[in-house]
């Protein structure tokens, strides 16, 4: 398992934590950015984070790990080889999350949906969506970083850490109001 302020200190020390004036892919405005893929280019890191998912899960035993493209995929296939399972992925495709390269979900299997970090929980839900059609049982999701605040999941979720960050519509940002250019960060195009 990971301790939390070990897990906050690596996340710093690798860049993980951005300051400045950054557009969410809600559309609101922070001063705080986590950026996971800074944290998980450490294999060894990346690793262990999967592990710690993979023991603190009280869920159902996943037959499947399932992640959302971008994000995901390094720390869902760690959580996979945690489990000792197989590992997919969706990549939105005409802004539509899909199955591509013929990955297939067996119905029935349960699948456990892996992301970096939760912000709003729309890429978890589409990947949900995705899985359920094709005849799967959501056992839950997890993720690195839960920066979600008081809104939750439809199903069992485990983040390693919880944040808080501050954030700001956009008409009333003091970044905004202050001159400082605003920078898109994620991997979602709005």
């Not at 023991?55 to 399932?66: I, K």
């Not at 591509?100 to 729309?122: C, L, N, Q, S, Y």
Request: with cysteine; hydrophobic share 45%.
């Amino acid at each position: 398992m990971i301790d939390e302020e070990e897990l906050r200190s690596y996340l710093a020390a690798s860049g993980a934590f951005l300051e400045g004036h950054f557009l969410l892919s809600s559309g609101l405005h922070s001063p705080n950015y986590v950026q996971c893929a800074q944290a998980l280019k450490n294999p060894a890191w990346a690793g262990r984070m999967g592990a710690a998912l993979a023991a603190g899960w009280s869920g159902a035993r996943p037959d499947l790990v399932l992640s959302p493209a971008m994000g995901g995929l390094i720390i869902g296939h760690e959580v996979a080889r945690a489990f000792g399972v197989d590992f997919i992925f969706t990549e939105r495709e005409n802004n539509v999350m899909t199955l591509r390269r013929g990955f297939r979900i067996p119905a029935g299997k349960k699948v456990v949906i892996v992301e970096d970090v939760f912000t709003t929980g729309k890429s978890t839900l589409e990947t949900a969506a995705s899985a359920a059609a094709a005849g799967a049982e959501i056992a839950g999701a997890m993720s690195v970083i839960n920066r979600m605040g008081e809104r939750t999941l439809p199903f069992p979720a485990l983040s390693l850490l919880r944040l808080g960050l501050t954030t700001y519509q956009p008409d009333k940002c003091p970044l905004c109001a202050a001159g400082t250019p605003v920078v898109k960060p994620g991997s979602r195009k709005f």
